[in-house]
């Protein structure tokens, strides 16, 4: 008798269901907890991300939490092992040796892809990328702000390309960017497109943090980068393939925050834009 495909009705038949419905319940309550303890294995939370400092990562995670048909592919074996990256960039060789077991793996990925929504659903959304391409002109003091100098005169901020750079990954995780680098259906860039689109032609400041600015910073030194916040939104992604490969997944996002920091040392100038308090004057 297939449960679930209940041919006929009546007191014992009911009473029959109920005493196997408890007994099967259980064992699928234990078979992921029994699953956890022979392989030892481990999800992903934010302070185990946070260790991992990869902004293609945070993308990754992205994408599959926006287009969940990845987990059916060999991608889920790259979702696998981050999810079991220790604090010291190693993993638990048991699950790396599941993973490349086809006898033993189905285990794993039902686990995993059973798992996976609450994992990426308490992921964080957002990431940081550093864009440059401009410097600060004369401060303006009748406007009290510092023109942004660049080909367009301002810096518009509507989309954006992201190449993410793995490499870094493998000293904090050697494994998962192995698999990765052997995994396909992952795009060779990502897409931001921001909204609402922001465009800056200044920035603005009061005189005596320009004083400070100027007094410390050489004038053919004011290269400055832009450091931007982002949060993705759940607009479903727009992929792009050539010859079967992805080239790009397109992703909208919100800025939540632009700094403004020395193209040279890195030390922050000032916040452009933040989205909580809109402290800057858009152009």
């Given at each position: 008798m297939a449960i679930g495909h209940v041919r006929y009705s009546g007191p014992a038949v009911l009473k029959m269901?109920?005493?196997?419905?408890?007994?099967?319940?259980?064992?699928?309550?234990?078979?992921p907890l029994a699953m956890c303890q022979d392989y030892n294995l481990a999800t992903l939370n934010k302070d185990s991300l946070a260790r991992i400092d990869n902004v293609g990562v945070r993308l990754d995670l992205n994408l599959f939490r926006l287009d969940p048909k990845l987990l059916d592919t060999d991608a889920l074996k790259?979702?696998?092992?981050?999810?079991?990256?220790?604090?010291?960039?190693?993993?638990?060789?048991?699950?790396?040796?599941?993973?490349?077991?086809?006898?033993?793996?189905?285990?794993?990925?039902?686990?995993?892809?059973?798992?996976?929504?609450?994992?990426?659903?308490?992921?964080?959304?957002?990431?940081?990328?550093?864009?440059?391409?401009?410097?600060?002109?004369?401060?303006?003091?009748?406007?009290?702000?510092?023109p942004i100098v660049n080909r367009q005169g301002k810096m518009e901020f509507s989309s954006v390309r992201v190449d993410p750079d793995h490499s870094n990954l493998s000293k904090y995780c050697a494994d998962a960017?192995?698999?990765?680098?052997?995994?396909?259906?992952?795009?060779?860039?990502?897409?931001?497109?921001f909204t609402p689109p922001l465009t800056f032609a200044e920035l603005p400041m009061d005189e005596a943090s320009a004083r400070s600015y100027i007094e410390h910073t050489n004038a053919a030194?004011?290269?400055?980068?832009?450091?931007?916040?982002?949060?993705?939104?759940?607009?479903?992604?727009?992929?792009?393939?050539?010859?079967?490969?992805?080239?790009?997944?397109?992703?909208?996002?919100?800025i939540e925050k632009i700094t403004i920091v020395k193209g040279l040392?890195?030390?922050?100038?000032?916040?452009?834009?933040?989205?909580?308090t809109q402290n800057a004057k858009l152009r």
């Open positions: 269901a109920a005493l196997f419905a408890v007994p099967l319940l259980a064992l699928a309550q234990l078979l790259y979702f696998v092992l981050l999810n079991n990256c220790k604090a010291a960039g190693n993993i638990d060789q048991r699950v790396v040796k599941v993973v490349n077991n086809e006898l033993d793996y189905p285990k794993v990925a039902a686990f995993y892809k059973s798992k996976a929504a609450g994992i990426l659903g308490d992921m964080p959304t957002g990431g940081t990328i550093a864009l440059g391409g401009a410097s600060l002109g004369p401060y303006d003091t009748a406007k009290k702000a510092f960017q192995r698999q990765f680098l052997n995994t396909t259906g992952f795009p060779n860039s990502y897409g931001l497109t030194q004011r290269v400055v980068t832009f450091y931007i916040d982002f949060r993705i939104l759940d607009t479903p992604p727009k992929i792009s393939r050539v010859n079967g490969s992805v080239t790009m997944a397109a992703m909208t996002a919100e040392s890195g030390e922050k100038v000032a916040v452009l834009y933040d989205r909580t």
